[in-house]
Structures are given as C-alpha cells and as structure tokens.
C-alpha cells in the first residue's frame, strides 16, 4: 500500500509562483510513476505532467515551459514548481502514483494511488 499526502495549495495572483509537494509513504518500492493532474470546476481531471522512476518527464501543451515536476528519491517527495500561474490554472492539484504489486498469489498488479487533494486559486 502506497499513501500520499499533497501540500502547498493557496491563493496565489496572476503571474505569480507555487510549489506542490507530494509526500509518499509505505510501499514506495513499487512506485514506478509519479503524476500530477488537475479538475476544474465542471470539468474532467487532467495530466498535468509526470516523471517516472528514471526521471522523464511529460508535460501537458499548457503548462509546458512554465511547470516543472521533479522529484527527491531520497524524501519519497515529487514536486510541481508552478510558475506564470494564470486563471484558467485553478483547479484542484492531485498527486498519484502508479506501481505495481504482486497479490498473495505472486501475480503482478498494477494499481494507481491518489492524495486527497490541493486548492490552487489564481485571482487577483
């Protein structure tokens, strides 16, 4: 079992800068992808971007060249430093982690795990 908590969420204006973390604990050895998406008010959860266990990277069209997901093995931590925030960025941030485990039968399983969720707000 993998469990991750977000952080970092707020209010922020437009043009201005945040940093989301993504704290993972228990099975991380299993975890082979780390993401980012995102859901907006009325509108389906999307990839932001992701990095897997050797880590590259995959960015959305609109976020590509102002976001950077990166991660710190050694804290279990993946990062979205989000800079040039604009309005259309609000939307909950959702960090997940994709892996695979193996059942009592030894046979593999891939599984997707997600946070709870972070508010980002952009207004002036």
């Known amino acids: 079992q993998v469990q991750l908590v977000e952080s970092g969420g707020g209010l922020v204006q437009p043009g201005g800068s945040l940093r989301l973390s993504c704290l993972a604990s228990?099975?991380?050895?299993?975890?082979?992808?780390r993401t980012w998406h995102r859901q907006a008010p009325g509108k389906e959860r999307e990839l932001v971007a992701d990095?897997?266990?050797?880590?590259?990277?995959r960015y959305a069209d609109s976020v590509k060249g102002r976001f950077t997901i990166s991660s710190d093995n050694g804290r279990n931590t993946v990062y979205l430093q989000m800079n040039s925030l604009k309005s259309e960025d609000t939307a909950v941030y959702y960090c997940?982690?994709?892996?695979?485990?193996?059942?009592?039968?030894?046979?593999?399983?891939?599984?997707?795990?997600w946070g709870q969720g972070t508010q980002v707000t952009v207004s002036s």
């Open positions: 990095i897997t266990r050797g880590g590259t990277t």
């Open positions: 228990g099975s991380v050895n299993s975890i082979n992808t």
């Open positions: 997940s982690a994709e892996g695979i485990h193996y059942n009592d039968g030894g046979n593999p399983v891939a599984y997707r795990t």
